[in-house]
């Protein structure tokens, strides 16, 4: 039977501009794990087997929005990508494209990523703000964990940045397949993709990405130390700006020492280490 999922069309007419931002974050809490943010509105997908209109209703009626819901196949989210998708840029660091795009021109590293249903394209606040933050660090010959890589962007800059033992996690079946396919079109040989819901490795890494939501963030927050090398790296993201202070405070309580904070569009992505 062919997969399907629920398409939540939340009208935002009127709305201000930060509200989008907010709705995506509360959204993929309750298992949504695609969007299309549109002029006067933000298009939510979520598989059919974990649709529950009861939450949904009480975060519609938090903001006091009304949304239409129907269901999609997901083979449609190609033709949907293909006229909302457009490339992007992280200054001259990195420019990310479909499939269909033309080459990008100026800039270090080109990746090439069709997202399909998966969540991660270097457009959402967070990705970008992660990037950024990789330019800065040395992944030569380094370890990384990509924890929650749907598309599997972050991995596969990772291996750019010259990683030669990258692992990506993610509990979505589709992210799993999406993110294989795009690991083979970027050429990637160091990668590997596993289907997982949390931390369950007893392997010690240089660098640890974590682009997700704060509440599975929390949920696993006494596994980052036990998989972090020695004056290894965490990078937080899929925060709020007001989710800052609170998540500062609970890596340091696990050993954390927080380096910098990075804001896109309302969103955080935070650098610390640990000894």
Request: some cysteine; glycine content about 6%.
């Amino acid at each position: 039977m062919t997969d399907q999922y629920k398409e939540v069309n939340i009208s935002l007419v009127n709305q201000s501009a930060e509200i989008a931002e907010i709705l995506i974050a509360q959204l993929a809490e309750l298992g949504y794990d695609g969007f299309l943010e549109e002029a006067d509105s933000l298009k939510a997908y979520i598989p059919i087997s974990l649709f529950n209109s009861l939450p949904l209703t009480e975060l519609l009626t938090n903001f006091q929005l009304e949304a239409s819901v129907t269901s999609i196949d997901k083979q449609n989210w190609n033709i949907l990508w293909e006229s909302n998708f457009s490339p992007m840029q992280v200054d001259e660091f990195v420019g990310v494209r479909a499939s269909f795009h033309e080459p990008i021109p100026n800039v270090l590293h080109e990746l090439i990523i069709t997202p399909k249903m998966s969540f991660g394209t270097g457009h959402h606040g967070t990705t970008y703000a992660v990037m950024k933050l990789m330019e800065a660090i040395d992944f030569e010959h380094k370890k990384v964990f990509d924890f929650g890589t749907g598309t599997g962007i972050l991995a596969i800059l990772a291996e750019k940045l010259g990683a030669n033992f990258v692992v990506g996690v993610d509990n979505d079946s589709w992210c799993i397949e999406n993110a294989t396919e795009n690991i083979a079109v970027n050429g990637c040989n160091h990668i590997q993709i596993h289907l997982s819901d949390t931390i369950n490795t007893n392997e010690k890494y240089d660098v640890v990405i974590a682009n997700i939501n704060r509440h599975i963030l929390e949920s696993n927050m006494l596994l980052f130390p036990q998989i972090i090398a020695p004056n290894g790296i965490l990078i937080l993201s899929g925060l709020l700006v007001s989710d800052e202070s609170d998540m500062i405070e609970l890596c340091r309580s696990c050993g954390f020492e927080h380096k910098q904070t990075l804001e896109k569009d309302g969103w955080v992505a935070i650098q610390f280490s640990i000894n």
